[in-house]
């Protein structure tokens, strides 16, 4: 057997035991102060009929509570993430060259995209990082939205949208890099927009402990990595603050550190696993040295640097 067939045979074998067969996975989630209430105002828009969307900074938990709201709703969920990539044939679909082949340029031979398929079968279509996608893009997901009715330009074909199709946006404050300002078009067909930021200190402290459940954080580390957290996001010098995904990832790798070298977690072991993810988590203003920034950070929260 060639090399080449081997791996694809192997690769078969790996997708077959990989395979997502249901992609509405519950979310365990902290649901308390703002994402208590963002919940709530999800839940009456849409039983009035209203998209919403949800802006907030990188990693405060938009993606997380999208996905909670599409499973408890118990509908078929689809969602693309956004970027320069994302082409309108993405959304919406296109021919299968092997399949056109067989039975011609026809449905047959048409694979449909996530947005389709949830406009036709009344899912739910979660756009996340909505204001990173191309306003082309953008727009062959409007008549869908708006008129309930679905072009498919490759089968010149107008389809009927289902009554339950609904649409939920994510995404970034559109003054961050790499996003775009949103077309007014798309921004008014989402009526209800929630505005999310970093949680107060005890909810990240209980959204950091309910995402590493396996280890046994003292009450003084959980209140040094929060306060850590707090810290850089108040300071001038930080143009990019640390996401949840930081508290959360510290207070993991200083508790596996800890095991691994049988002692407890102290001053220094955070010190030292700090200066391991913090530099990759923020972005510091122009001008501003990142050894000089731990120091101050660590020499002021935890004692030493
Ligand atoms: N309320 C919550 N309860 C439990 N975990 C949460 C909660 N909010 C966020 N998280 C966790 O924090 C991390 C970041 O959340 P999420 O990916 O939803 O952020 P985001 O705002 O979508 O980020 P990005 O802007 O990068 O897309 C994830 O690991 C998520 O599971
Ligand atoms: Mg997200």
Redesign the pocket.
């Known amino acids: 057997m060639s090399k080449q067939v081997e791996s694809s045979k192997e690769f078969s074998k790996l997708m077959e035991s990989k395979k997502i067969l249901d992609i509405k996975e519950d979310v365990?989630?902290?649901?308390e102060g703002q994402?208590k209430m963002a919940y709530d105002a999800m839940t009456d828009a849409y039983n009035a009929g209203l998209f919403v969307g949800l802006v907030?900074p990188?990693?405060?938990?938009?993606?997380?509570?999208c996905r909670k709201f599409a499973f408890d709703m118990k509908r078929e969920f689809y969602w693309v993430t956004f970027s320069d990539l994302i082409r309108p044939s993405t959304l919406i679909g296109s021919f299968d060259p092997t399949l056109v082949f067989k039975y011609g340029f026809s449905s047959d031979s048409y694979i449909p995209g996530p947005f389709t398929l949830s406009a036709l079968k009344g899912g739910v279509f979660l756009a996340n990082?909505l204001n990173r996608g191309d306003e082309y893009v953008l727009n062959s997901m409007l008549d869908a939205m708006e008129e309930k009715k679905l072009y498919i330009p490759q089968l010149k074909t107008w389809l009927s949208v289902d009554e339950e199709f609904y649409v939920i946006a994510?995404m970034?404050p559109s003054e961050l890099k790499g996003t775009r300002k949103l077309p007014s078009a798309i921004k008014d067909r989402i009526k209800v927009w929630i505005h999310l930021g970093y949680p107060s200190r005890s909810l990240e402290q209980k959204?950091m402990l309910?995402?590493c459940p396996e280890y046994k954080l003292s009450a003084l580390t959980q209140e040094k990595i929060i306060e850590l957290m707090i810290q850089c996001r108040a300071d001038p010098d930080v143009d990019k603050p640390p996401?949840?995904?930081t508290s959360?990832g510290l207070a993991r790798f200083v508790s596996e550190r800890a095991k691994r070298l049988k002692v407890e977690v102290d001053n220094k072991l955070i010190a030292e696993s700090a200066k391991l993810i913090l530099p990759d988590s923020i972005e510091l203003r122009p001008g501003k040295q990142i050894d000089a920034f731990l120091k101050k950070l660590l020499t002021k929260v935890v004692g030493v640097a």
Do not use: F, P
Not at 58 to 65: N, P, Q, Y
């Open positions: 365990n989630l902290v649901l994402y907030g990188v990693g405060c938990g938009k993606t997380a509570i990082e994510a970034n959204i309910t995402n996401s949840l995904r959360i």
